[in-house]
């Protein structure tokens, strides 16, 4: 083999590398020059067969063909990637001036926001959260709360019981998680208790048998009613606006003493409208739940947050709130 050969070789490759226009042409144009069976290999197998002087000489040739050869196939390589590279980038280009498709994210239910929104006002004023079971034996949602075995709240008319003999409810109120609270922890106690209750009333436009409540305890030395005032009338103005007041009116619950319903003033007709229960906590329920009424004393209140959810946005019928209709959902 001599130079002139060597040469052929050289120009046959450069040629097909460049005739290649995308990376499988050239990949072919590799193998056929470059590869296993390429005439370059097949000269370099043959070396074997020369003498000591020829094998040096068409050596040398080969060697010099092949690294002429790899830098001509890596500058093609390179150039024909950076070709291939813009075209996609041209042809994979996205136009960011057509219309969009219009994207509805989902978002938290009304009540789940009301609620959230509850709780955060008393997170906001140091109340921490306590959670309990839905399904409660009767000693936390009735005993223990002074509602003795007689009072016709627990009677199947008002109690949804999952086992009558075994004295186990569906929570009616979250107050049992308030006993929980106070059977674990000693004073000073800031909680409020967000979560369903339930009841067996029909469904009408104002009932459902399945609501939502956060109730709110606080036990400490020298709590008064001053206090249970000032902290409900921050609650309403969080919620309702700044302009509100509250008005206690004298009510009863068997685990508070005194009670009192609170209204808000709102501007309709009849200027207020009630929207929960409260009062002082009764000694006897702190003293069931091991806690010195000589020493502490305390408030709670129950809030519906169906209720708040309708007065502030105009809902007039509850089952809204529990029908999925997606155009009432998207409205909040
Ligand atoms: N448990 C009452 C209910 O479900 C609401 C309530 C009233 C809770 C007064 C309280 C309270 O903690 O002090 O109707």
Same mark, same amino acid.
């Given at each position: 083999?001599?130079?002139?050969?060597?040469?052929?070789?050289?120009?046959?490759?450069?040629?097909?590398?460049?005739?290649?226009?995308?990376?499988?042409?050239?990949?072919?144009?590799?193998?056929?020059?470059?590869?296993?069976?390429?005439?370059?290999?097949?000269?370099?197998?043959?070396?074997?067969?020369?003498?000591?002087?020829?094998?040096?000489?068409?050596?040398?040739?080969?060697?010099?063909?092949?690294?002429?050869?790899?830098?001509?196939?890596?500058?093609?390589?390179?150039?024909?990637?950076?070709?291939?590279?813009?075209?996609?980038?041209?042809?994979?280009?996205?136009?960011?001036?057509?219309?969009?498709?219009?994207?509805?994210?989902?978002?938290?239910?009304?009540?789940?926001?009301?609620? @959230?929104?509850? *709780? #955060?006002?008393?997170?906001?004023?140091? =109340?921490?959260?306590? +959670? &309990?079971?839905? %399904?409660?034996? /009767?000693?936390?949602?009735?005993?223990?709360?002074?509602?003795?075995?007689?009072?016709?709240?627990?009677?199947?008319?008002?109690?949804?019981?999952?086992?009558?003999?075994?004295?186990?409810?569906?929570?009616?109120?979250?107050?049992?998680?308030?006993?929980?609270?106070?059977?674990?922890?000693?004073?000073?106690?800031?909680?409020?208790?967000?979560?369903?209750?339930?009841? @067996?009333?029909? *469904? #009408?436009?104002?009932?459902?048998?399945? =609501?939502?409540?956060? +109730? &709110?305890?606080? %036990?400490?030395? /020298?709590?008064?009613?001053?206090?249970?005032?000032?902290?409900?009338?921050?609650?309403?103005?969080?919620?309702?606006?700044?302009?509100?007041?509250?008005?206690?009116?004298?009510?009863?619950?068997?685990?508070?003493?005194?009670?009192?319903?609170?209204?808000?003033?709102?501007?309709?007709?009849?200027?207020?409208?009630?929207?929960?229960?409260?009062?002082?906590?009764?000694? @006897?329920?702190?003293?069931?739940?091991?806690?010195?009424?000589?020493?502490?004393?305390?408030?709670?209140?129950?809030?519906?947050?169906?209720?708040?959810?309708?007065?502030?946005?105009?809902?007039?019928?509850?089952?809204?709130?529990?029908?999925?209709?997606?155009?009432?959902?998207?409205?909040?």
């Amino acid at each position: 083999m001599d130079a002139s050969e060597v040469d052929a070789l050289r120009i046959a490759a450069l040629a097909a590398f460049s005739a290649a226009t995308d990376s499988g042409d050239l990949e072919q144009a590799r193998i056929d020059h470059l590869g296993r069976r390429s005439p370059l290999a097949l000269a370099q197998k043959q070396l074997g067969g020369l003498t000591d002087e020829e094998r040096r000489r068409v050596g040398a040739l080969l060697n010099e063909l092949k690294t002429a050869i790899t830098e001509a196939f890596d500058a093609r390589h390179l150039e024909l990637g950076s070709v291939e590279l813009s075209q996609r980038l041209a042809s994979e280009r996205l136009d960011l001036t057509g219309p969009a498709r219009r994207i509805r994210p989902g978002r938290p239910h009304l009540l789940t926001q009301v609620e @959230a929104e509850i *709780v #955060d006002v008393f997170l906001g004023m140091g =109340f921490s959260v306590a +959670e &309990g079971p839905e %399904v409660e034996s /009767g000693r936390f949602n009735f005993d223990l709360l002074n509602i003795p075995p007689d009072h016709p709240a627990r009677g199947t008319m008002d109690t949804i019981y999952v086992d009558e003999d075994a004295d186990i409810v569906l929570r009616t109120h979250t107050s049992p998680v308030q006993v929980r609270t106070m059977l674990a922890q000693q004073p000073p106690i800031a909680v409020v208790c967000p979560g369903r209750v339930y009841r @067996a009333d029909a *469904v #009408d436009a104002t009932h459902s048998p399945v =609501f939502t409540q956060v +109730e &709110g305890l606080l %036990v400490a030395e /020298g709590i008064t009613m001053a206090h249970l005032r000032g902290t409900l009338l921050a609650f309403a103005k969080a919620l309702f606006g700044d302009d509100r007041e509250v008005r206690l009116r004298p009510s009863f619950f068997p685990f508070t003493e005194p009670s009192a319903e609170v209204d808000v003033s709102f501007e309709s007709a009849s200027g207020w409208l009630e929207i929960l229960g409260s009062g002082m906590v009764d000694p @006897a329920v702190l003293a069931g739940c091991g806690i010195d009424p000589e020493r502490y004393s305390g408030f709670a209140f129950g809030i519906g947050v169906e209720r708040v959810a309708m007065l502030r946005h105009g809902v007039a019928d509850i089952r809204d709130l529990y029908d999925a209709d997606a155009r009432f959902l998207a409205a909040f």
